[in-house]
């Protein structure tokens, strides 16, 4: 509780000495306003309103526009920086289909002896035809008999080699 009063004190103090310091800077350039009572003393008072504003406009657009050339000077120097880095646009990398083998040998150059293709580790084995599958093979397929006789021409037939 006594750092939040003495925070408060301070931030009181803050928002004291910003209020003096706005109220000197007043006084000193913008003097109290005293308006004229007649007529020409009144467009007199607005002729060096205008000439004032004038004036400042004109300081207004020549600050933009050295701004506006020193941000484009600073884009330039950042760009001739970047060229002088030698770090350009990097293209797309494209895809590259290779194996693992040829990967390895790229990477470890003549060192690589393992072989990563499995396939090529395994045994080749040949398949060797028994005698039950010849006789199956010999018999025929019993499918072809049943597709045969359905329908009316399978009945048909049925009829004729029986008769």
């Known amino acids: 509780s006594l750092?939040?009063?003495v925070a408060k004190v301070a931030l009181e103090k803050e928002v004291a000495d910003a209020a003096a310091e706005k109220e000197r800077y007043l006084s000193e350039?913008?003097?109290?306003l005293s308006l004229p009572h007649s007529l020409q003393e009144l467009q007199e008072f607005c002729k060096k309103l205008h000439a004032k504003i004038d004036v400042v406009d004109e300081e207004r657009y020549d600050m933009e526009v050295k701004v506006q050339k020193s941000s484009k000077e600073l884009e330039d120097l950042n760009q001739k920086i970047f060229d002088l880095r030698g770090k350009?646009?990097?293209?797309?990398?494209r895809r590259v289909r290779m194996s693992a083998d040829a990967m390895l040998r790229a990477l470890l150059g003549s060192k690589h002896k393992v072989n990563m293709e499995l396939r090529a580790n395994l045994k080749q084995v040949k398949k060797e035809d028994t005698d039950k599958e010849k006789d199956l093979r010999d018999v025929g397929d019993w499918r072809k008999n049943i597709?045969?006789?359905s329908g009316m021409e399978g009945r048909k037939k049925m009829f004729e080699s029986e008769a």
Request: charged letters at 30%; hydrophobic letters at 30%; one cysteine or more.
């Open 29 to 32: 350039n913008c003097p109290p």
């Open 88 to 93: 350009f646009k990097r293209p797309a990398l």
């Open 3 to 5: 750092m939040l009063q």
């Open 147 to 149: 597709e045969e006789k």
